[in-house]
């Protein structure tokens, strides 16, 4: 296929001030920040002039931090390497609120039958590819598999990987990256599994049963 034939991603505001509102990502580099010479402008100080790129590789779209001052955050979490941008991920630039959502055309289903635990080896499968998770990972993502559909609190999810009760000044930041971690784990698995782990911000997480367009 060549890349006349790919449908392109969009780029949605999900804010007032930024514009365009909608912005289609038909180039192979396009610019986010502050400067009203990047592709999308978001005006606004703890915004930098060229804060963030987004780099397209065939059908496959990256999000890089362009060494911004305040970070770029994507599904509420800081951005620490370049990121494989998943259907309806959200970015935040300078904070994790998020100011723009990602959508893919054509997007990847993939179904959670495809993740299951062998519960002789104690080991989770993503289709017949084993996840080597470090135990933290393992304990959160039994849980969440337990809980398969709803809504997982951050508290439910801390104790389930700690066995304590969640304390948010000492346990936040560990929870973040474990959960950071299991996305990373499912993604090296297949590129558009980590889209079946979910945040409800300010509230918890969910493992959906299926990815699909309409998710």
């Given amino acids: 296929m060549s890349d006349a034939d790919i449908p392109f991603a969009r780029l949605i505001s999900l804010s007032d001030d930024i514009a365009p509102i909608e912005f ?3 180039g192979r580099d ?4 502050r400067s009203p010479l990047c592709d999308i ?9 060229i804060h963030a790129r987004v780099t ?3 059908p496959r779209y990256l999000l890089h931090d362009a060494g911004s001052a305040n970070g770029t955050f994507i599904n509420g979490l800081p951005l620490g390497a370049p990121h494989l941008l998943s259907n309806r991920d959200g970015i935040g630039l300078g904070g994790a609120g998020e100011l723009l959502r990602f ?5 990847t289903v993939v179904t959670a039958s495809r993740l299951r635990i062998d519960e002789r080896t104690q080991t989770f499968l993503l289709g ?3 996840l080597s998770l470090p135990p933290n990972q393992f304990r ?3 849980h969440l ?5 709803s809504l997982c609190t951050r508290e439910e999810c801390a104790e389930a990987v700690w066995g304590r009760d969640y304390d948010p000044g000492m346990d936040a930041e560990s929870l973040d990256k474990t959960v950071s971690g299991l996305r990373s784990a499912l993604r090296r698995a297949d590129d558009s599994a980590a889209g079946l782990l979910q945040t409800r911000r300010g509230m918890g997480y969910v493992l959906l049963p299926t990815l699909s367009a309409e998710e």
Avoid: C
Avoid at 41 to 48: G, Q, T
Avoid at 145 to 149: C, E, N, V
């Fill in 56 to 58: 397209r590789e065939g």
């Fill in 145 to 149: 598999y337990r809980h398969m559909g």
């Fill in 128 to 130: 017949s590819l084993p």
């Fill in 41 to 49: 402008v978001i005006p606004r100080n703890n915004i930098s002039r």
């Fill in 30 to 33: 396009h610019s986010l920040g």
């Fill in 140 to 142: 959160l993502l039994s």
């Fill in 24 to 26: 289609l990502l038909s």
């Fill in 103 to 107: 959508l893919d055309p054509d997007p």
